[in-house]
């Protein structure tokens, strides 16, 4: 998360959760311990709102305050983006280290949109379109940490009982400019482009995003007024609520045999007609207008972990 939301929001305004503990377990405590009531918050809100309006709450109070304080820091963060944006428009150049490059560019886009209207204030709010950009930035960081987090779990809950595939990976990392080998390690990594083109670290990421996908689904949808067909099924009315699941797309045992089996080998060892169709199934990232924004960004983290968790092996095992 800290280094999504230096990404963000600059290295000054994100988080710094890893040396920040008494910080990092508040966010995350008030971030997790809502779980059990998202169902009801997500799908059933006016039904809660018209319980407590009778004094009944499904939701505990303690919920809402938990989410009441998690908005309102990442508002005040997104407050002091506008600032530095707003006040230094040539940021990104001058001082490129602080710049809040994912704020800044959806500002930007928000800019196009309203054109004239842009200097238009939202009933309230001290500048233009500050609760869609704070909610957007919300949503972005909170997938990041959780999803990133979630992926890298699998990735080493997986490689634990495959000490074969550990020492193909650890020799395929050797080969790395510069490498990885105790005890002369480099403080710099290597070129994210030769880490990309590594076959078997990408095909372990690759199927951990399959088999273990992080956003499984579903992803609504509501059918236009019109109808529609989706898959087959033809004639679908207006407003009704549908969904797409990567969680049964990757299970799709034409596609993926043996679908709950962990095989980074199957995409080695596809020709290129089985790694086509295989890529087309693949939705870990989704699809569209809709499709994660960070995908490249969590990919170099992830190899970028996988190349830490190597190092620190090393230095564990001397």
């Not at 049964?248 to 060892?269: A, C, G, I, M, Y």
Request: with cysteine; proline share 8%.
């Amino acid at each position: 998360m800290d280094s999504f939301m230096a990404y963000q929001f600059g290295l000054s305004l994100g988080s710094d959760f890893i040396r920040n503990v008494e910080k990092r377990n508040w966010y995350l405590e008030n971030f997790f311990g809502r779980r059990p009531w998202i169902y009801w918050i997500t799908e059933h809100p006016r039904f809660i709102e018209f319980n407590a309006k009778i004094g009944i709450n499904i939701v505990p109070k303690w919920v809402n305050k938990a989410t009441d304080d998690l908005e309102a820091w990442h508002i005040d963060i997104c407050d002091k983006a506008e600032v530095l944006v707003s006040s230094n428009p040539d940021v990104a150049s001058s001082d490129p280290g602080n710049f809040p490059a994912i704020f800044a560019t959806e500002r930007a886009q928000f800019q196009k949109v309203d054109g004239a209207g842009w200097k238009t204030m939202s009933p309230g709010q001290p500048y233009p379109r500050r609760l869609e950009i704070a909610s957007d930035m919300y949503d972005h960081n909170a997938a990041a940490h959780e999803t990133s987090g979630d992926t890298l779990t699998y990735v080493y809950y997986e490689l634990s009982r495959r000490l074969e595939l550990q020492a193909a990976l650890r020799a395929e990392l050797l080969t790395l400019d510069p490498p990885i080998a105790f005890p002369s390690i480099s403080p710099t990594l290597p070129d994210p482009k030769t880490v990309e083109k590594l076959p078997l670290l990408d095909a372990i990421l690759q199927e951990t995003l399959r088999r273990w996908v992080a956003v499984p689904g579903p992803q609504f949808r509501c059918t236009p007024r019109e109808g529609c067909s989706l898959a087959g099924h033809d004639s679908i009315p207006a407003g009704v609520r549908v969904s797409c699941l990567a969680y049964s797309l990757h299970r799709n045992p034409d596609v993926f045999p043996q679908p709950l089996e962990w095989k980074p080998e199957r995409w080695l060892n596809a020709n290129s007609d089985q790694l086509k169709e295989m890529r087309h199934w693949f939705w870990a990232w989704g699809s569209g207008g809709n499709m994660c924004i960070g995908s490249n960004f969590a990919i170099l983290c992830k190899l970028a972990s996988e190349q830490k968790c190597e190092r620190n092996r090393k230095l564990r095992t001397i």
